[in-house]
């Protein structure tokens, strides 16, 4: 499993016009789901993300998690993440998890992060999103579990 977090002071996603999620200062997290990906995987990825320190405290280090500033979490499933991009100039998919069952542990990741922190957006598994961001730094990791 793979993340990509991106310290934003604010993002949104659009599906046909229609924003389905919305956050101003928190993380823009995108998903990325590999064919050997379980529920261990999504609890233990959920736990890094939230207790990641990437906002400043007040001697300007980064040792503040989301949940230390109450910000905010916009999540988006990204097929492109889980790409074998090893050789070649063109990506492979194979490594990524089959889209029934990676929408069913992407539906376990929201749920589940939900019950540990409330200030949750979302896009939708599957759509042609639209994701409009301001990157705050930039900071960006990408996080594998």
Do not use: W
Not at 15 to 30: K, S
Not at 43 to 54: D, G, S, T
Not at 116 to 134: E, P
């Amino acid at each position: 499993m793979k993340a990509l977090i991106q310290r934003v002071s604010k993002a949104e996603v659009e599906v046909d016009g229609q924003i389905t999620g919305a956050i101003n200062q928190g993380l823009l997290v995108f998903i990325g789901i590999e064919k050997n990906d379980e529920q261990a995987h999504v609890n233990k990825m959920i736990k890094k993300i939230l207790a990641y320190r990437v906002f400043y405290d007040a001697d300007e280090k980064m040792n503040l998690s989301v949940k230390d500033v109450e910000g905010e979490l916009l999540l988006v499933s990204q097929f492109t993440l889980a790409a074998d991009t090893n050789s070649g100039t063109r990506p492979g998919f194979s490594t990524a998890k089959v889209p029934a069952e990676a929408k069913e542990l992407y539906e376990y990741f929201l749920s589940s992060i939900s019950q540990q922190y409330a200030q949750i957006q979302s896009g939708v598994f599957g759509a042609d999103m639209q994701v409009s961001l301001t990157n705050d730094g930039p900071v960006t990791f990408l996080l594998s579990c």
